[in-house]
């Protein structure tokens, strides 16, 4: 299964460092974000990681969107499942897709974008992020790919885990 | 200052009445320094998204056969919609037109449907004065630096 090499425009542009794989390596530049009214605080990233969102809600891509970004994630996002597959096909590079399951009634699922984007080799993290669960649509979406199934609305402290493993997972 | 008291008492009493809960101010404290519409924008896609979607249910139960699939879909999409503002009492009635058409039942779905509309208007209306309110606040703040 070919791994796909993303050729990530956003770091390229600005001259960093690559590693080859169209991620950029420099730090974090964020100083880490708290929670206000909860004394939570959460360390920086030590890398700049690129974020996915796949919805079809124009409210819920750019919530989760503004959560990604206050950690410091440059996150894009993709209204369809088609535009998910294209932006792949196209060899850009993620460390981390979001995606909603359903998606819009005519056109391709959450899961059909899950199941075409993983055949096309893309290892990094995927995260089903919906309003609904039950065990069959659990049991569809990770037979697809996903690696973890998050109900609506993601918080801080859900998406936390995933990006401090992603980060730890970079040398 | 008047105008942000007045807009905290308004969101404070709509969490009281049920109908917005903490996950608004969460929203809201997500907006960044540079984007002072992050708000208001928000508050137009949910409402803009939430009307397309309320009217192709609408089209779905009135079809001669229901595809509950579609129901299911278009209901999954509103709830999440609703509860990632904060619209709580909205997001509940997305459940309950979710589980009538987990079960096929259309006379539960369009009842629940019927609710959800209900809900829908109640809280856009909220949100709208809401909106009227920040963008004031929002001009009165551009109209200072000046």
């Known amino acids: 299964m070919a791994v796909v090499k993303g050729n990530s425009q956003g770091s390229q542009a600005n001259g960093a460092g ?145 990006l401090l493993q992603i980060d730890n997972q970079i040398a | 200052m008047a105008l942000r008291t007045r807009l905290h008492n308004y969101i404070e009493s709509l969490k009281e009445e049920g109908v917005l809960d903490s996950q608004y101010d969460h929203v809201k404290s997500l907006q960044p320094d540079d984007d002072p519409c992050f708000l208001v924008d928000i508050i137009n896609n949910f409402c803009n998204d939430a009307d397309h979607s309320i009217g192709e249910l609408a089209n779905v139960l009135s079809e001669p056969i229901v595809d509950y699939a579609k129901v299911m879909t278009l209901v999954c999409l509103l709830k999440g919609s609703s509860s990632s503002i904060g619209g709580c009492r909205m997001a509940v009635a997305c459940r309950q037109l979710h589980d009538a058409s987990v079960n096929g039942d259309l006379a539960n779905c369009c009842m629940a449907y019927d609710k959800l509309v209900n809900e829908y208007y109640y809280l856009r209306d909220k949100l709208k004065t809401v909106h009227q309110m920040e963008r004031t606040i929002m001009h009165n703040e551009e109209r200072k630096k000046k």
């Open chain 1, 18 to 162: 690559g590693n080859g794989n169209g991620r950029s390596t420099w730090p974090s530049r964020g100083k880490g974000y708290s929670v206000p009214g909860s004394g939570v605080t959460f360390p920086p990233l030590r890398n700049r990681l690129k974020a996915l969102v796949v919805d079809d809600m124009s409210a819920c891509y750019r919530y989760e969107r503004a959560i990604l970004q206050s950690f410091g994630v440059e996150t894009d996002v993709a209204e369809t499942g088609e535009e998910a597959v294209e932006i792949f096909a196209n060899g850009a590079y993620y460390d981390l897709v979001l995606i909603e399951k359903y998606l819009t009634i005519y056109a391709m699922t959450g899961v059909e974008a899950t199941r075409r984007i993983r055949g096309m080799g893309f290892q990094g993290k995927m995260l089903a992020v919906t309003a609904f669960t039950s065990q069959s649509d659990r049991f569809e979406f990770f037979d697809a790919g996903i690696d973890a199934y998050l109900i609506k609305p993601i918080t801080h402290e859900m998406i936390w885990p995933y």
